[in-house]
T-cell receptor
Protein backbone atom coordinates (compact mmCIF):
# COMPACT_ATOMS: atom_id res chain seq x y z
CA UNK A 1 0.00 0.00 0.00
CA UNK A 2 1.44 3.38 -0.94
CA UNK A 3 2.03 5.83 1.89
CA UNK A 4 1.03 9.45 2.16
CA UNK A 5 2.41 11.40 -0.77
CA UNK A 6 3.14 15.08 -0.60
CA UNK A 7 4.12 17.21 -3.57
CA UNK A 8 6.26 19.05 -4.20
CA UNK A 9 9.00 18.04 -1.76
CA UNK A 10 10.75 21.39 -1.95
CA UNK A 11 9.54 24.82 -2.92
CA UNK A 12 11.09 28.26 -3.02
CA UNK A 13 8.85 31.32 -3.18
CA UNK A 14 9.22 35.03 -2.61
CA UNK A 15 7.33 37.23 -0.19
CA UNK A 16 3.86 38.14 -1.35
CA UNK A 17 3.41 35.13 -3.60
CA UNK A 18 0.97 32.34 -2.94
CA UNK A 19 1.59 28.61 -2.82
CA UNK A 20 -0.45 25.41 -3.07
CA UNK A 21 0.71 22.17 -1.53
CA UNK A 22 -0.79 18.79 -2.33
CA UNK A 23 -1.36 15.67 -0.26
CA UNK A 24 -2.55 12.24 -1.42
CA UNK A 25 -3.64 10.10 1.54
CA UNK A 26 -3.27 6.37 1.92
CA UNK A 27 -5.90 4.56 -0.12
CA UNK A 28 -9.07 4.17 1.92
CA UNK A 29 -8.21 6.92 4.37
CA UNK A 30 -10.78 9.69 4.50
CA UNK A 31 -9.29 12.04 7.07
CA UNK A 32 -6.43 14.40 6.26
CA UNK A 33 -4.68 16.73 8.67
CA UNK A 34 -2.02 19.37 8.03
CA UNK A 35 0.76 20.51 10.31
CA UNK A 36 3.45 23.18 10.16
CA UNK A 37 6.87 22.46 11.64
CA UNK A 38 9.41 25.18 12.39
CA UNK A 39 12.50 25.10 14.63
CA UNK A 40 11.01 27.73 16.93
CA UNK A 41 7.41 26.56 17.29
CA UNK A 42 7.77 22.84 16.67
CA UNK A 43 4.86 20.92 15.16
CA UNK A 44 1.65 22.91 15.04
CA UNK A 45 -1.77 21.75 13.87
CA UNK A 46 -3.19 23.64 10.89
CA UNK A 47 -6.44 21.94 9.90
CA UNK A 48 -8.27 18.64 9.65
CA UNK A 49 -10.56 17.49 6.86
CA UNK A 50 -12.98 14.61 6.62
CA UNK A 51 -15.35 13.96 3.72
CA UNK A 52 -14.53 17.32 2.12
CA UNK A 53 -15.44 19.20 5.31
CA UNK A 54 -13.08 21.06 7.57
CA UNK A 55 -13.62 19.68 11.06
CA UNK A 56 -10.93 21.52 12.97
CA UNK A 57 -8.71 24.51 12.45
CA UNK A 58 -5.61 25.53 14.34
CA UNK A 59 -4.62 29.02 15.37
CA UNK A 60 -3.30 30.31 12.06
CA UNK A 61 -4.24 33.45 10.10
CA UNK A 62 -6.78 33.33 7.30
CA UNK A 63 -3.96 33.34 4.73
CA UNK A 64 -3.76 29.60 5.41
CA UNK A 65 -6.56 27.65 3.84
CA UNK A 66 -7.21 24.15 2.66
CA UNK A 67 -9.66 21.89 0.98
CA UNK A 68 -10.35 18.23 0.45
CA UNK A 69 -11.64 16.64 -2.71
CA UNK A 70 -14.10 13.78 -3.11
CA UNK A 71 -11.21 11.31 -3.57
CA UNK A 72 -9.85 12.44 -0.17
CA UNK A 73 -6.84 14.19 -1.71
CA UNK A 74 -6.19 17.51 -0.02
CA UNK A 75 -4.53 20.78 -0.83
CA UNK A 76 -3.45 23.63 1.38
CA UNK A 77 -2.90 27.16 0.17
CA UNK A 78 -0.95 29.99 1.69
CA UNK A 79 -1.56 33.42 0.22
CA UNK A 80 0.59 36.54 0.56
CA UNK A 81 3.59 34.60 1.78
CA UNK A 82 5.68 35.99 4.61
CA UNK A 83 9.24 35.09 5.59
CA UNK A 84 7.89 33.41 8.71
CA UNK A 85 5.93 30.94 6.60
CA UNK A 86 9.17 29.13 5.79
CA UNK A 87 8.64 25.71 7.29
CA UNK A 88 8.15 22.02 6.73
CA UNK A 89 4.48 21.36 5.97
CA UNK A 90 3.35 17.88 6.88
CA UNK A 91 0.22 16.06 5.88
CA UNK A 92 -1.18 13.07 7.73
CA UNK A 93 -3.99 10.71 6.85
CA UNK A 94 -6.10 8.34 8.90
CA UNK A 95 -9.15 6.17 8.43
CA UNK A 96 -11.57 8.68 9.88
CA UNK A 97 -11.74 11.53 12.34
CA UNK A 98 -12.00 9.44 15.50
CA UNK A 99 -8.41 9.72 16.63
CA UNK A 100 -7.06 6.72 14.79
CA UNK A 101 -3.38 6.30 14.03
CA UNK A 102 -2.15 9.05 11.74
CA UNK A 103 0.28 8.31 8.95
CA UNK A 104 2.50 11.18 7.93
CA UNK A 105 4.04 12.09 4.62
CA UNK A 106 7.62 13.25 4.26
CA UNK A 107 6.50 16.86 4.01
CA UNK A 108 6.98 19.83 1.73
CA UNK A 109 9.85 22.12 2.64
CA UNK A 110 8.80 25.69 1.82
CA UNK A 111 11.38 28.46 1.76
CA UNK A 112 10.16 32.04 1.46
CA UNK A 113 12.79 34.54 0.33
CA UNK B 1 -6.21 19.60 25.81
CA UNK B 2 -4.31 17.84 28.59
CA UNK B 3 -0.57 18.42 28.47
CA UNK B 4 2.42 16.13 28.73
CA UNK B 5 5.88 16.77 30.13
CA UNK B 6 8.96 15.07 28.73
CA UNK B 7 12.70 15.58 29.21
CA UNK B 8 14.23 17.66 26.44
CA UNK B 9 16.87 15.09 25.60
CA UNK B 10 18.24 11.72 26.60
CA UNK B 11 21.23 9.61 25.70
CA UNK B 12 21.57 5.88 25.55
CA UNK B 13 24.12 3.35 24.40
CA UNK B 14 23.49 1.23 21.39
CA UNK B 15 22.01 -2.22 22.09
CA UNK B 16 20.85 -1.21 25.56
CA UNK B 17 17.24 -0.66 26.69
CA UNK B 18 15.91 2.90 26.72
CA UNK B 19 13.17 4.18 29.01
CA UNK B 20 11.57 7.42 27.86
CA UNK B 21 9.38 8.98 30.58
CA UNK B 22 6.27 11.10 30.15
CA UNK B 23 4.20 12.87 32.80
CA UNK B 24 0.54 13.65 32.19
CA UNK B 25 -0.93 14.50 35.58
CA UNK B 26 -4.10 16.11 34.11
CA UNK B 27 -5.03 13.13 31.94
CA UNK B 28 -8.76 12.50 31.67
CA UNK B 29 -10.49 9.16 31.68
CA UNK B 30 -11.04 9.18 27.92
CA UNK B 31 -7.50 10.18 26.96
CA UNK B 32 -5.37 7.60 25.22
CA UNK B 33 -1.59 7.88 25.53
CA UNK B 34 0.05 7.89 22.11
CA UNK B 35 3.71 7.93 21.18
CA UNK B 36 5.04 9.11 17.84
CA UNK B 37 8.63 9.59 16.79
CA UNK B 38 10.25 11.70 14.14
CA UNK B 39 13.44 10.48 12.53
CA UNK B 40 15.72 13.06 10.90
CA UNK B 41 14.31 14.46 7.65
CA UNK B 42 11.09 12.44 7.94
CA UNK B 43 7.53 13.00 9.06
CA UNK B 44 6.45 11.64 12.44
CA UNK B 45 5.60 7.97 12.65
CA UNK B 46 3.30 6.15 15.05
CA UNK B 47 5.03 4.03 17.69
CA UNK B 48 2.44 2.75 20.16
CA UNK B 49 -0.61 3.74 22.17
CA UNK B 50 -2.57 2.57 25.19
CA UNK B 51 -5.32 3.47 27.64
CA UNK B 52 -4.74 1.70 30.94
CA UNK B 53 -2.89 -1.56 30.44
CA UNK B 54 0.70 -1.99 29.35
CA UNK B 55 1.08 -2.55 25.62
CA UNK B 56 3.67 -4.25 23.46
CA UNK B 57 4.29 -4.19 19.74
CA UNK B 58 7.20 -4.94 17.46
CA UNK B 59 8.66 -1.48 17.92
CA UNK B 60 8.34 -0.85 21.64
CA UNK B 61 6.51 -1.36 24.91
CA UNK B 62 4.38 1.15 26.76
CA UNK B 63 4.20 0.99 30.52
CA UNK B 64 1.35 3.00 32.05
CA UNK B 65 1.26 3.90 35.74
CA UNK B 66 -1.69 2.63 37.73
CA UNK B 67 -3.00 6.17 38.30
CA UNK B 68 -2.32 6.97 34.61
CA UNK B 69 -0.49 10.16 35.53
CA UNK B 70 2.70 8.96 33.89
CA UNK B 71 3.90 6.48 31.31
CA UNK B 72 7.16 5.13 29.93
CA UNK B 73 8.06 4.18 26.40
CA UNK B 74 10.52 1.31 26.40
CA UNK B 75 12.79 0.51 23.48
CA UNK B 76 14.16 -2.90 24.39
CA UNK B 77 17.40 -2.73 22.45
CA UNK B 78 18.23 0.65 20.97
CA UNK B 79 19.92 0.89 17.60
CA UNK B 80 21.39 3.92 15.87
CA UNK B 81 18.23 4.08 13.76
CA UNK B 82 16.21 4.81 16.91
CA UNK B 83 17.82 8.23 17.22
CA UNK B 84 14.83 10.55 16.86
CA UNK B 85 12.52 12.97 18.63
CA UNK B 86 9.90 11.04 20.61
CA UNK B 87 6.55 12.66 21.28
CA UNK B 88 4.19 11.61 24.06
CA UNK B 89 0.67 12.78 23.22
CA UNK B 90 -2.75 12.51 24.84
CA UNK B 91 -5.62 11.95 22.44
CA UNK B 92 -9.31 11.91 23.26
CA UNK B 93 -10.07 9.20 20.76
CA UNK B 94 -13.49 9.50 19.24
CA UNK B 95 -13.56 13.26 19.25
CA UNK B 96 -11.25 14.42 16.47
CA UNK B 97 -8.08 13.67 14.65
CA UNK B 98 -5.87 16.63 15.48
CA UNK B 99 -2.66 15.94 17.36
CA UNK B 100 -1.27 18.56 19.72
CA UNK B 101 2.47 17.96 19.75
CA UNK B 102 4.72 19.09 22.58
CA UNK B 103 8.47 19.55 22.31
CA UNK B 104 9.22 15.85 22.68
CA UNK B 105 12.42 14.13 23.82
CA UNK B 106 15.40 14.07 21.51
CA UNK B 107 16.99 10.65 21.91
CA UNK B 108 20.70 10.31 21.11
CA UNK B 109 22.12 6.83 20.64
CA UNK B 110 25.82 6.39 21.31
CA UNK B 111 27.63 3.70 19.30
Amino acid sequence: KAGVTQTPRYLIKTRGQQVTLSCSPISGHRSVSWYQQTPGQGLQFLFEYFSETQRNKGNFPGRFSGRQFSNSRSEMNVSTLELGDSALYLCASSLDFRGNIQYFGAGTRLSVL
Amino acid sequence: DAKTTQPNSMESNEEEPVHLPCNHSTISGTDYIHWYRQLPSQGPEYVIHGLTSNVNNRMASLAIAEDRKSSTLILHRATLRDAAVYYCILRDVGRDDKIIFGKGTRLHILP
